[in-house]
């Protein structure tokens, strides 16, 4: 069974933030949630705030579905916002960092290695 949305973003949140620190991550993931909102309105409903000295993020409900389907369009989405920010920020770096997580290996979230470089 595929790993489901919000397993996948704790993945990625998890790896940013201990490439580049919860406020970045935060600050970033946000960013794209924003940018991304257009396409998918459900990012609407992932909350990224700050809770004493901690980030804490909340997802979308459909996120907590592992079907792989519609309720990855969303993460999709964001991801794909995510990673211009991230290049233009690290160059292949926090990318590649990513993509050594087996969670996110051979999901199609993230560009192949030859589209890295």
């Known amino acids: 069974m595929a790993p489901s949305a919000s397993f996948l973003f704790m993945s990625v ?8 620190g919860t406020a970045a ?4 993931l946000r960013r794209a949630a924003s940018r991304a909102m ?3 309105p459900e990012l609407a409903e992932l909350l ?3 809770r004493d000295l901690e980030y804490v993020y909340t997802l979308p409900p459909a996120w907590a579905r592992a079907d792989g ?3 990855d369009r969303g993460l999709r989405q964001l991801v794909s916002e995510l990673v211009p920010l991230l290049v233009e920020l690290t160059g292949p770096v926090a990318i590649a960092h990513l993509a050594q997580n087996p969670a996110l290996q051979g999901r199609g979230l993230l ?6 470089s």
């Open 13 to 20: 949140w998890d790896g940013l933030a201990d490439l580049l």
């Open 69 to 71: 389907g519609s309720s």
């Open 111 to 116: 560009p192949a290695r030859e589209e890295r």
């Open 48 to 50: 990224i705030v700050r």
């Open 25 to 28: 991550t935060a600050a970033l």
């Open 38 to 40: 257009a396409r998918a």
